[in-house]
């Protein structure tokens, strides 16, 4: 049990910097779309 714990730990922490990551890409494509419309 107390291995298990420990590994949880840096498990969620990479889980959530993944996450981030994706929304910063999912933020960077969404700019290049606006920007896409925007042009005429």
Known sequence: MQVAAELDMPIQTIVTIARQKEK???R???SKKSLKIEKP
Do not use: A, T, V
């Open 24 to 26: 910063i890409l999912q």
């Open 28 to 30: 960077s494509d969404d």
